[in-house]
Structures are given as C-alpha cells and as structure tokens.
C-alpha cells in the first residue's frame, strides 16, 4: 500500500450493473481521493451471495473504467475475505461483545410486541436482547454484537470498562459526517444488538466492512447517504476490535420516480457504456459539478478542481 495519508473506496454490491444512483457514489468517493492526492480503491461486496449476479462485478469494473476510473490497487472480494471476518468474529467473542442468538425474525416480533415497543412504519425491528443472557434452551442461529458497553484492552488483555468515555455512559456515539455536520445515534436504542453473522451462515455487511476498510487502511468513506444509518454501527465496531476511526462524507441520494433511493425496482437503467461522459454528467449534475469536456478524463480533471473548491468550502 502506497504511504499516503488519504486512502478512499468504492464499495459496490454486485447485484447488477452500475446505474445513475450508483455512479454518484463512485464518482464522488473516486473525487474525494484525487481531490486529496489519495489512493482510490474499489471493493467488491459480494459476500450476500443470494443478492449477487454472476459477472456484475466485471461489468461494474468495466463501467468505472469507460468513465476513466481506474482503482489504484486491483479490486478486492470480500467472497474471498471469510478469514478476516471469523477472526474479528473471534476476537468480539473473547472480549464477551458477541452472543449467539437463537431468535428467528417471529421470535422478535413476538418479544417486541409483548414489549410494547413502538415501532415506526418501515422502521427496522430493535433487537430487544433476549439471549443476552444466554440461549434459553433455544439453537444458536446468528451472532450479534453487544451494544451497551464498549471494552477497551488493559496491558495484560483483560476487559476494562471506559468509564470516562462519556458515550459509554449514554450509549450515544456521536461523528461528524463531512457534508452534514454533528451527526449521533444511541445504537442499544435506535437499533439493539445487530447481528454480525446471519442464520443463513453468511457475514453481515456492518462487521465486513468495517474488517475490510480497516485491512484496506481506508481512511475516508464517501458514499450515499442511504448507507448514513450504518455508521454508527460501524463506529462502535471499529472501537470494539481498536481499528481506526475513518471520516464519513455521504451524499445525497438520487431518487426514482417514486421517492424512493433510485434502484432496479424503481426504473433505474444500468449505464450507457457508450456515452460515459453522459453518465458523468448526469452524476456531477447530481454533485453540483458541471464541466465542459469532450473525454471522460478531461471532464474528470475538471471535475476534481470543482470538488476540491465545494470540499474546502465545507
Ligand atoms: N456495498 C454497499 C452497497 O453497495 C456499500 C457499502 C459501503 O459503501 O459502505 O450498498
């Protein structure tokens, strides 16, 4: 790895061909890195095998190089990646931040709704704990991550509490996401203990990749803003396994003709690969970039001064 101090990446699920939504997401963490003179590195999550299409990853390659830009490392598999993800695993279940959980999605509906929890439309479920304290005769399905407490390690390796850390207390994480400001979320309230490894036996996107961006020495996280809710999770992980905090910028996500996150369901077409700078321009647009160029390359060139510009005004 290149001894730089800015090291971005884009991380695309390969469930289908890059579309307008999509491109925005790469463009801008892909400006992010040049616009800092960093690394830019692209990551292909391929680990919710159910969701993949076979040779979605090469096509996505092949759109981000017909729109000029090419990773700076050859592209990482997170299909490839298991070890990592079990060691980590590992190293939560020692340190008591990780539970087997026998609850299937039926048992926690139950639980919640004797609870009394309220629950938002559309809200996701907030795991209420139940095997916390141990299995209760039930199968072990999934993993899942401790939420109220963060262990730090002593010399000898023991857990200590952070007592002086005042988000132990409040069980609030607080960050500052570039482009939005002060951001915070109480995790054990808002989400619960969320799962690591899934019933299915597959590993969960929050632990993967905050293993790989760490194992990749990201640094800075752009990407849409649909994936803000995730960062919380990813903060109170990276201080779990002592990885490094990175910066966030999201952006603003592009919506379908319905309102909602532009995707396949919604009309989302997969990008022209013979008119890239059209692409490109529809994605800046999006940024508020718009240059004038007759190349993906120069229209990425300009494109960089005007990130640059946008990024230090903010
Ligand atoms: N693989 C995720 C997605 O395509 C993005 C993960 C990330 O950028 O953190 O939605």
Redesign the pocket.
């Known amino acids: 790895m290149a001894a730089t101090s800015y090291t971005g990446?884009?991380?695309?699920?390969p469930?289908g061909p890059l579309h307008a939504g999509?491109l925005v997401?790469a463009l801008a963490s892909w400006l992010d890195a040049k616009a800092n003179d960093g690394q830019w590195l692209v990551r292909i999550?391929d680990i919710d095998t159910p969701r993949c299409v076979p040779g979605a990853d090469q096509v996505i390659l092949q759109q981000l190089a017909a729109c000029g830009m090419q990773p700076d490392e050859p592209p990482v598999y997170q299909s490839q990646r298991s070890s990592l993800y079990q060691s980590a695993l590992g190293q939560l279940i020692t340190q008591s931040q990780a539970y087997p959980c026998g609850c299937s999605r039926q048992d926690i509906e139950q639980a919640i709704a004797v609870s009394g929890q309220q629950r938002e439309r559309h809200a996701e479920l907030v795991y209420p704990g139940t095997c916390r304290g141990g299995l209760h005769g039930k199968k072990a399905r999934s993993w899942r991550f401790l939420s109220t407490f963060q262990p730090s390690h002593g010399p000898s390796g023991q857990q200590v509490r952070r007592r002086a850390d005042p988000e132990l207390i409040a069980h609030e994480i607080h960050w500052v996401d570039r482009l939005s400001g002060q951001q915070h979320q109480n995790v054990s309230r808002e989400v619960g203990d969320f799962v690591l490894k899934r019933a299915d036996g597959l590993w969960a996107?929050q632990l993967a990749?905050v293993v790989d961006d760490a194992a990749q020495g990201v640094t800075h996280?752009v990407?849409?803003a649909?994936?803000a809710d995730?960062t919380a999770r990813q903060i109170l992980l990276q201080r779990a396994l002592g990885l490094p905090q990175v910066q966030y910028l999201h952006t603003p996500v592009v919506l379908g003709a319905d309102g909602d996150k532009l995707s396949k369901q919604n009309g989302a077409q997969a990008l022209d690969l013979q008119d890239p700078l059209e692409a490109l321009a529809q994605a800046g647009q999006h940024l508020g970039i718009t240059c004038f160029a007759s190349n993906p390359a120069d229209w990425l060139q300009q494109a960089v001064a005007q990130w640059m510009l946008r990024v230090r005004a903010l």
Do not use: C, H, K, M
């Not at 990446?9 to 699920?13: L, N």
């Open positions: 990446r884009f991380a695309p699920s469930t999509s997401a999550e996107y990749v996280i990407r849409g649909d994936l995730n």
